[in-house]
């Protein structure tokens, strides 16, 4: 239960990550397949090297940027699809994960990582670890809304939100979907890292399925919560991804197998874009749209009567 | 100010849908001008707002601005010298983002974008004075999302925005055609004292003819690609549409007698 829940902190960043290409960009981005392996190859190969833990995540950040950045030319420059210039560089990225790790596994056992304060400790499975991997998901969470709320991340929400527009005040949007790409992907390389130093090794094929992973975390926080502020939408995503290990937990405590998670994951994202199209949790949704605006701010009411007048 | 010269563009050349869009256009604007363009569909009036605009490319020609030589320059370079206003009300605004913070997009026009907040109390002042100057009551309203809104202020917001920097040149691309009569008529108010009040340099295209003699200093009608009318402040005041439209029937008619000579 507590591992389930550090495991879904660990992920949230990379969901954060996918809701800033997303939600923000309006981008379906699968390079994150590819990423998260880089960062969790990247991370691990320095660490194995005797490059200090911290450094080694940090270079696994800017490992994934790489990435996102070459997804962004692809579609930008190269005009290709943004579906398609995600699965290219997932595709080539499993090629270049392999030469970093120069083997499909690298074991971290023995090695000086960032978990191994809290394991030796004893901290890991306790929820020391667990407000402490909270503490990091808030500071991420609380970066990511700062960055949306400055001139240059206003730029980016618009290039999502409407393209022309933004161009016509001198924002050049290829460059803004470029830089979401680029943090996205870092995002999602240093939760990739840090899953490595947690389960005390990196593999090739540990990135595999990893969008759906962040797509429900997406989802089901927002099914949940209200998108009404960015700060709110961030942390629906942060419990989306708790929430989302809390059921894998559940599933495999119901007997299914770990080599079902997949499966699970694809259904859980199935069921979170479908269900809320079904009347009966369509009503419920209202009832629940309606109790949290009337603790917010009513100015939604105000909006129909002045439309009215 | 804005100066087009020689303006040559056709679509689909060398096939059988190819069309002449505009054939040789010179156009001069002096600082402060205020022309309205009118013409039939398929004149070439947007395509010259475009071409100004950086959404299409001359075939041959140039758009300066300023002295500065633009024809090649890509859409959001330019941006920096331009103001435009789109037809469709939700074009010119971020429905998800709010009126505060679309503000804070426009005053960003021409600058270097970095990571300083976007909304700021300074800028929230200017924003409440902007705003009240609409007499929309959007002032109070800083947070709200602009998607919220509806179509006539989101059309009165789109052209504070677009002038709030007070560029070189104002493109106004029928920018009241969407909205019903008494919408359209708030921003056509709306647009002859921003304009007024800035002293912009604008080119607005438009259907209404009736807003084309109301507004501006100057009227141009198109027609198949070419200017044929230039009408002078003095000369437009004594025009009416009717008179427009037999001026409109007078050149059309030469013009098809002209073709089926040659032909």
């Known amino acids: 239960m ?12 990379m969901a954060l990550g996918v809701y800033l290409t997303f939600r923000i960009l309006d981008f379906p981005d699968l390079t994150v397949d590819g990423s998260f392996t880089t960062g969790a190859a990247t991370a691990s190969i320095l660490i194995v090297n005797g490059t200090n833990p911290l450094v080694a995540t940090v270079c696994a950040f800017f490992a994934g940027a790489a990435a996102g950045v070459i997804t962004g ?12 210039a995600g699965i290219l ?39 020391v670890s667990v407000a402490l991997l909270l503490l990091l998901c808030l500071v991420a969470v609380a970066v990511i809304v700062w960055f949306l709320h400055t001139d240059v991340g206003m730029a980016m929400r618009s290039t999502g939100d409407n393209p022309e527009m933004i161009r016509s005040f001198g924002v050049s949007t290829d460059n803004q979907k470029i830089l979401g790409l680029a943090l996205s992907n870092g995002l999602v390389a240093f939760s990739g890292a840090l899953i490595a130093q947690f389960q005390g090794y990196a593999d090739i094929g540990m990135g595999i399925g990893i969008i759906l992973i962040g797509l429900a975390s997406v989802i089901v926080g927002q099914a949940i919560f209200s998108q009404r502020y960015i700060w709110l939408a961030a942390i629906a995503v942060v419990f989306g991804a708790v929430i989302y290990r809390l059921v894998i937990q559940f599933a495999l405590g119901a007997g299914l197998e770990v080599n079902d998670m997949k499966l699970i994951s694809a259904v859980l994202v199935v069921l979170a874009l479908v269900l809320p199209q079904v009347g009966v949790f369509r009503k419920l949704a209202a009832r629940i749209q309606i109790t949290s605006r009337g603790t917010a701010k009513a100015d939604a009411p105000e909006e129909e009567e002045k439309q009215n007048a | 100010m804005l100066e087009i010269t020689n303006l040559n563009k056709t679509f689909f050349p060398g096939t059988v849908n190819e069309r002449k ?9 002096a600082e402060g001008d205020f022309v309205t363009v009118i013409g039939s569909n398929g004149a070439g009036k947007s395509t010259v707002l475009n071409m100004v605009a ?6 041959s020609g140039n758009v300066r601005i300023d002295g500065q030589d633009v024809t090649k320059l890509a859409d959001f370079k330019r941006a920096k010298y331009l103001g435009r206003v789109f037809q469709d009300p939700m074009a010119g ?15 960003g026009r021409g600058k270097v974008r970095a990571l300083a907040l ?15 100057s609409l007499e929309l009551g959007l002032e109070k309203r800083l947070k709200t999302k602009v998607g919220l809104l509806s179509g006539g202020q989101r059309q009165a917001l789109s052209l504070l925005m677009a002038t709030l920097t007070g560029p070189k040149i104002l493109l106004l691309d029928e920018h009241t055609a969407a909205l019903d009569p008494q919408r359209a008529a708030l921003v056509t108010r709306l647009t002859r004292e921003i304009v007024e009040r800035h002293r912009l340099t604008t080119l607005m295209v438009t259907h209404n003819m009736e807003q084309a003699l109301a507004l501006g200093t100057r009227l141009i009608m198109m027609h198949d690609g070419q200017i044929i009318l230039d009408l002078s402040q003095a000369e437009k005041e004594k025009m009416t549409v009717k008179g427009l439209l037999g001026e409109f029937e007078k050149i059309k008619g030469a013009q098809l007698d002209d073709r089926t000579m040659l032909q």
Do not use: Q
């Open chain 2, 93 to 107: 605004t971020a429905p998800s983002m709010t009126i505060e913070e679309n503000l804070a997009l426009a005053l």
């Open chain 1, 73 to 84: 030319l692809l579609h930008t420059k190269g005009n290709i699809d943004g579906l398609l």
């Open chain 1, 2 to 13: 507590i591992t389930a829940v550090e495991l879904g902190l660990i992920y949230a960043i």
């Open chain 2, 54 to 59: 950086g959404k299409l490319y001359p075939d």
């Open chain 2, 118 to 132: 976007g909304v700021t109390n300074r800028k929230r002042e200017l924003f409440v004075e902007e705003l009240a």
């Open chain 1, 89 to 127: 560089t997932m595709i080539g990225l499993y090629s270049i994960n392999l030469r970093i790790m120069g083997k499909a596994n690298v074991p971290l056992l023995g090695e000086d990582t960032l978990m191994s304060p809290l394991r030796a400790n004893g901290w890991l499975g306790s929820w």
């Open chain 2, 21 to 29: 869009a505009l054939r040789e256009i010179d156009l001069t604007l």
